[in-house]
């Protein structure tokens, strides 16, 4: 088996397109990630049935989704900014717009300590027995962290590697179980190699990262992605900063340093603007398998009173040029302006792709 990666026109470092036999393959599977799902003070008060709505026809549409988790599930009181805890309702919320694989390891796993982690555990443990989604970051013991580091995903004939880490939490962990992943690079070697040796097509790092609302990435973040690349990822992605960060190839491997905000009441410059990355696995008949160019989708989050009357993620080119559906028109204004200058910043383009609609 033979595995290739072919893009077409990534922004920074176009590469050559391998034959068609490798793009028009028989089997085909989509991934499909968003950045970081959370849940302010204020998102209490508003009803979470439209947060995600307007993007969940592509969640559904892909074979695979994964979301940030960034909140802990602790229970009541419910809290927001800077100890998250968010109502079980808001995980099973997110499972219903079309996720599949939650992401824990993120600095605020730890917001509630260790009993928050585990009772977040605990209620994704009950979904993942249903077979609601699946999730990976954290584990309950070392039986555990075997299987979900890296967590291992079959689909059509693909297995897909995850591998989640974070650079730390908020209320330091202090070691033994339950675990979160940190960045450990003894620690990843070993979940990238175990990746491989339980078959996997492909492996995808999922990093927790960088500098906060900084659209450009970091020294460090590229030294570990490169590094990440070397030791057996086939892409990166990122999340932390809040916004979206510049993406590039390194080794024939997609990098996104950051996707920002799925969903938040963040309004600070950029916050509302987010980056959904879409994967695309073929393999021909031959069973070479390939890794087709990224497909980018812009954003935009929507605070209460502008667009709708409740939180309200949506895809940019979805509304370009209908302001007159804007409450608050001057969002709208705020929403291009933005589009506008995070593309300029970080070079990302996104240009306009046929999707596959339907249900999973």
């Known amino acids: 088996m033979m595995t290739s990666v072919a893009y077409a026109q990534f922004p920074s470092m176009p590469e050559e397109v391998p034959p068609a036999r490798h793009i028009f393959g028989r089997d085909t599977v989509s991934m499909f990630i968003i950045g970081d799902v959370m849940m ?41 900014y800077p100890a998250f805890s968010a109502p079980d309702e808001y995980a099973h919320y997110v499972k219903d717009c079309g996720t599949d694989i939650f992401l824990t390891a993120n600095n605020h796993i730890l917001d509630k300590g260790i009993r928050g982690l585990e009772r977040t555990d605990s209620v994704y443990r009950a979904m993942e027995k249903d077979g609601l989604i699946q999730f990976t970051g954290t584990s309950r013991d070392s039986a555990d962290n075997a299987i979900r580091y890296p967590l291992v995903i079959n689909t059509k004939g693909f297995r897909i590697a995850l591998v989640n880490f974070t650079y730390g939490t908020n209320l330091r962990w202090q070691g033994g179980w339950p675990k979160v992943n940190i960045i450990d690079r003894q620690d990843i070697s070993a979940a990238l190699t175990k990746a491989k040796n339980r078959g996997a097509d492909f492996v995808i790092a999922l990093p927790h990262w960088g500098v906060e609302y900084e659209l450009r990435h970091s020294r460090s973040q590229e030294d570990l992605a490169s590094w990440l690349v070397e030791n057996g990822a086939d892409a990166v992605i990122g999340a932390h900063p809040h916004v979206v960060q510049d993406s590039t190839v390194i080794g024939g491997a997609p990098v996104f340093y950051s996707l920002g905000n799925a969903v938040s009441n963040m309004s600070a410059p950029n916050t509302q603007i987010e980056l959904a990355v879409k994967l695309t696995f073929t393999r021909d008949w031959n069973g070479d398998v390939a890794m087709l160019e990224p497909e980018v989708t812009y954003l935009w989050c929507s605070l209460p009173g502008r667009l709708g009357e409740s939180y309200t993620t949506i895809a940019v080119r979805d509304y370009i040029g209908k302001r007159h559906l804007w409450k608050e028109p001057s969002d709208y204004d705020k929403m291009i302006a933005t589009y506008l200058h995070v593309k300029r910043v970080t070079g990302i383009k996104d240009e306009i792709k046929g999707e596959s609609q339907g249900s999973k």
């Open 40 to 80: 302010h003070a204020r998102q209490l008060e508003y009803p979470m049935d439209s947060f995600l709505e307007g993007i969940s026809e592509r969640m559904k549409s892909a074979d695979i989704t994964v979301a940030n988790m960034e909140f802990t599930l602790a229970g009541k009181p419910y809290s927001g």
